[in-house]
T-cell receptor, first 122, second 110 residues
């Protein structure tokens, strides 16, 4: 059974830092690209970042570029998101999401973690 | 403001057929496939439709998807009370080099 378990949420002051982790199990982690997607209170889903299976290709949403860093440790089946210079608008539930490949150049998010909430507030 | 445009709300009665639209541009829906996600309050989103019109195992065939040009639609036939949820469309955006979502549509079954 595929499982994605996030951890690291909590309360952080504006300008602070936080590191989210995601422990993956039930599949060959090193074969899949991974993403972080967030859901702010009262708003819609927002994609945050992507990392390829090898870790060599990385993308960020413009809203977090230069402040967030995605990484992975395939030996530990783990995904990370280092978040710096945090702002109130970063407050959200953060989901660890597996990306699967369909036929041709098609991709989709097939498994989501339960999410971890962190709040940026003074 | 979301890159993909969805109606914020939709409603229908049990048994009815309903569609939710998702409008994009040439760099997202126009160039890539569309996926749909269903989210109940307080829970993680779930993949509902992938690659425009494919249903994952376990998703009822009452749910179907389609895409034409820079727009996509999710159709739900035989509406049931348990379909009350938020629905999001998503696609890769070639110009942004990232995934973009619609703002979400809150479905109410009257």
């Amino acid at each position: 059974e595929v499982q994605l378990v996030e951890s690291g949420g909590g309360l952080v002051q504006p300008g602070g830092s936080l590191r989210l982790s995601c422990a993956a199990s039930g599949f060959t982690f090193s074969n899949y690209g991974m993403n972080w997607v967030r859901h702010a209170p009262g708003k819609g889903l927002q994609w945050v970042s992507y990392i390829s299976d090898s870790g060599h290709t990385i993308y960020y949403a413009d809203s977090v570029k230069g402040r967030f860093t995605i990484s992975r440790d395939n030996a530990k089946n783990s995904l990370y998101l280092q978040m710096n210079s945090l702002r109130a608008e970063d407050t959200a539930v953060y989901y660890c999401v597996r990306e699967s490949k369909g036929g041709g150049y098609t991709y989709y998010f097939d498994y989501w973690g339960q999410g971890t909430l962190f709040t940026v507030s003074s | 403001q979301s890159v993909l445009t969805q109606p914020p709300s939709a409603s229908g009665t049990p048994g009815q057929r309903l569609t939710i639209s998702c409008s994009g541009s040439s760099s997202d829906i126009g160039s890539n496939t569309v996926n749909w996600y269903q989210q109940f309050p307080g829970t993680a989103p779930k993949l509902l439709i992938y690659t425009n019109n494919q249903r994952p195992s376990g998703v009822p065939d009452r749910f179907s998807g389609s895409k034409s040009g820079t727009s996509a639609s999710l159709a739900i036939s035989g509406l049931q009370s348990e379909d009350e949820a938020d629905y999001y469309c998503a696609a890769w955006d070639d110009s942004l080099d990232g995934w973009v979502f619609g703002g979400g549509t809150k479905l109410t079954v009257l």
